[in-house]
């Protein structure tokens, strides 16, 4: 059974830092590009971060580059999200999904699987 477990959300203060990790399980972790979306309330989901099968390739939403990092380590079948200089419009759910086909696309749709999400607060 496939599983995505996020953690490492909370609330912080705006500049502050937070990493989200996510834990997969139950399929082939180095066979998938891996990316990062968020929702925030009353909004739909948007891409914030991919990454290709072996982690040389990573990609960006524009609002988040030079804030934030993406990672994953294979041996360890996870996939990280370094955020720094978070700012208010952060403050979303994120979710990690797991893509076979592809080498990190940004639409969702092209995503296989999914997590629950993590909260992410950023106060002002």
């Known amino acids: 059974q496939v599983h995505l477990v996020e953690s490492g959300g909370g609330l912080v203060q705006a500049g502050g830092s937070l990493r989200l990790s996510c834990a997969a399980s139950g399929f082939t972790f180095s066979d998938h590009a891996m990316a990062w979306f968020r929702q925030a309330p009353g909004k739909e989901r948007e891409y914030v971060a991919s990454?290709?099968?072996?982690?040389?390739?990573?990609y960006y939403r524009d609002s988040v580059k030079g804030r934030f990092t993406i990672s994953r380590d294979n041996a360890k079948n996870t996939v990280y999200l370094q955020m720094n200089s978070l700012k208010f419009e952060d403050t979303a759910v994120y979710y990690c999904a797991a893509d076979w086909k592809r080498g990190g696309s940004s639409r969702s749709q092209d995503y296989d699987f999914w997590g629950q999400g993590t909260q992410v607060t950023v106060s002002s």
């Open positions: 990454i290709n099968r072996s982690g040389g390739t990573t």
